[in-house]
C-alpha cells in the first residue's frame, strides 16, 4: 500500500498569505477554489497559474493602500507595461516568473498575439481583460473610494470580477460575455460576505443614491450603527429580492450552459453553492453584516474539515 500523499491547500499554492497585506485572504481561497485540487494534473497546473497572477496583483493593490511608499502594485504596474509595450522582461524584476509565463501564454514576442486563429483571439481577449482588471485593481483600491450610482456599482462588479472570470482557462469565445456576466454575480457576493471586513477598512460599496434612498448614510455602514434601522433593512431585502435576482437573470446564459469545460462546470457548481451559502447566512441573521464573519467562516471551515475527512478516508 503506498503511502497517502498530505493534504494540500489551493491557499499553500497560490500565494494567499505570503504577502503582507489589508487581510490574509487564504480561507477565502479555500472557499472559492479548493474543488481546484481534484483535477486532473494539467489542467490544475492552468487553473493555478491563474489563480495566482490574480492573488498577486490583488495583494500587491491592497499593499500599496497601507504602504504607499513601497510602491508594490506600481512597480509590478512598471515592470508589465514595459512587457506589454516593448517586449522587454527584466529577469532581476520580483515577478520576472509570473511576467514571462503570462507573456508565454498571452503574447507572442512581447505583443499582443496576432495570427487570426481562435487560439490566438482568445489571447488576445485575455490580455485585454487582464489590463481591464489592472487598472480596475488601481482604481478600486483607491483612498476614499465611492460608488455613487446603481450604474458605477454595476460597472464596478464587471471591471473586478467579471474580467477575472474571462480570464479562467478553457474558456471559449461562445461563453465569453456569459463568463463576464456570471464574474459580475461573483463580485456581487464577494462584496456581500465582506461587508464587515470592507467596513472595518472604511470602506462601502453600496452606492450612495440606494443608501440615501433608504435614509442610510455611508458613515452608518462603515459604523456598523445602520443594522438596527428601518432604512437599511429595506435596503438589504431589495437587495437581495430585487438586484440579486436580476444579477442571476443576466448570468443565466454561462449557469444554464450544459457545453463548458468540466472544470468550469465544476466552478460554476461550487460558487452556486457558496452564492447559496452567503445569501443563507446573511438572510438568518437579518443582513446583521457585524455577525456574519463569525458564523460564515465557522460553517467554511466545518465544510472544510469534512472535505479533508473525506479525503482521509479514501482507499489509497
Known amino acids: 500500500m503506498s503511502e497517502r500523499v498530505a493534504y ?29 485540487l481534484g483535477l486532473p494534473p494539467g489542467v490544475k497546473q492552468a487553473w493555478i497559474d491563474r489563480i495566482r497572477w490574480i492573488r498577486i496583483v490583488d495583494r500587491l493593490a491592497e499593499n500599496e493602500r497601507i504602504e504607499p511608499h513601497e ?27 509570473e511576467l514571462a509565463a503570462i507573456r508565454a501564454l498571452w ?3 512581447g505583443s499582443g498575439p496576432d495570427r487570426g486563429t481562435g487560439e490566438d ?10 489590463d481591464a482588471y489592472l487598472l480596475a485593481l488601481a482604481d478600486y483600491h483607491a483612498p476614499s473610494l465611492l460608488i455613487r450610482t446603481m450604474k458605477d456599482h454595476d460597472t464596478m462588479l464587471m471591471r473586478l470580477s467579471g474580467h477575472i472570470f474571462q ?13 463576464g456576466e456570471f464574474g459580475r454575480l461573483d463580485q456581487f457576493f464577494n462584496n456581500l460576505r465582506d461587508m464587515q ?32 434601522t428601518p ?25 444554464d450552459a450544459q457545453d463548458l469545460h468540466p472544470s468550469l462546470q465544476l466552478m460554476k457548481e461550487w460558487s452556486l453553492r457558496r452564492y447559496a451559502r452567503i445569501t443563507r447566512v446573511f438572510r438568518a441573521l437579518g443582513f446583521d453584516y457585524r455577525r456574519f464573519p463569525a458564523r460564515y467562516w465557522a460553517e467554511v471551515r466545518r465544510d472544510l474539515a469534512e472535505r479533508r475527512q473525506l479525503f482521509r478516508a479514501q482507499p489509497v
Open 167 to 179: 480570464l479562467v482557462p478553457f474558456l471559449t469565445k461562445e461563453h465569453w460575455d456569459a463568463a
Open 71 to 97: 510602491r508594490r502594485f506600481s512597480r509590478f504596474m512598471e515592470d508589465w507595461r514595459r512587457l506589454r509595450a516593448r517586449g522587454i522582461l527584466d529577469p532581476s524584476c520580483p515577478f520576472a516568473g
Open 8 to 36: 494540500q491547500s489551493i491557499s499553500s499554492v497560490v500565494g494567499s498569505s505570503h504577502y503582507r497585506a489589508l487581510s490574509d485572504d487564504a480561507l477565502k481561497d479555500e472557499d472559492n477554489a479548493a474543488w481546484v
Open 197 to 228: 471586513e470592507d467596513a472595518d477598512r472604511g470602506i462601502c460599496y453600496l452606492p450612495g443614491e440606494e443608501l440615501a434612498r433608504h435614509g442610510v448614510t455611508r458613515a452608518q455602514v462603515i459604523s456598523g450603527r445602520c443594522v438596527d
Open 231 to 255: 432604512g437599511y433593512r429595506a435596503l438589504m431585502s431589495s437587495w437581495l429580492d430585487e438586484v440579486m435576482p436580476a444579477l442571476y437573470a443576466r448570468a443565466a446564459p454561462f449557469i
Open 121 to 130: 483571439e482568445m489571447a488576445r481577449r485575455a490580455l485585454a481583460a487582464w
Open 107 to 109: 503574447m507572442r514576442g
